[in-house]
């Protein structure tokens, strides 16, 4: 698979784009964390993938007909979404037994695995300058969260499945990006979501439990799901559009920037001096992978 053309290749907008996805994605963590606590997560997940859906059927079926379901590659497609609801059944269940920061920390391998494999299956160079950001960015991740001991370990096993997830996930969405519309990525991501979290239902009393009751608060949270994600699925395959897998895979790192703001604002953890200075080294490390990239396109 060739890299993206030069009029093609636009890294800035793809940064900005990247972090849109990273922001809403960090809110959805934490909106889905706080729901964890009330209910299973199978009925999270279809509820999340599920308001996506129907949200992309309501706004854009109507312009753009059949063509929402048109995909050059259905079997990717399957197998996008197969990742996609791994990834959100894994990762809420982490979220709900690990504190936010560190569920994405341990998750924050991914970018390696994607970057190697990116060389392997999409012909992507992965220059030493990109290695050394990501490997920057690592430095920085275990400062920020320094995970111990302590972490419940059932927690870190959906942490590590949400990996191999996050790996799929994200390598073809690059696949993807080149050959189908967004949009159509995005419906049949959160359809086969769909599918698969009812199929699940029946866990749900082993898997967290049925809620007793909803508020307005928790109907509110839950109905917030699906236009997260459909925003941030955009934004992230957008992203892909305009750049590569070597160039987004080290500013993932950014993403626990992200997470460490939420894990602050809904469940008050505050940052000591090593997480800000994690902070910092993220940051560094993602701003100079960018500038480089953005002076050496492929």
Known sequence: MSLPQAATYRPLRALFLLCGAQILFALLDAT????????????????????????????????MGTRLFQTQNFGLQLCRGMAISGFTLFFFSALFRLPQAEATAINFISPFLVMLLAGFLLNEKISGIRWIGAGIGFLGMLLLVRPGGHLDKIGIAFALATIVCNVAFQLLTRRLALTDNSFTTMFFSAAVSVIVSTALLPLQGLWGGWPTGLDNSQLWRLLSLGVLGAISQWCLIRAYVWSNVAFIAPLLFMQLIWSTGTGYIFFGQLPDRYSLCGNLIVLMSGTITMLYAAKTPP
């Open 32 to 63: 889905g964390k706080t729901l964890a606590r009330d209910m299973g997560i199978p009925l999270i997940s279809l509820i999340r993938h599920g308001g996506q859906a129907l949200l992309m059927l309501l706004v854009l079926g109507p312009r």
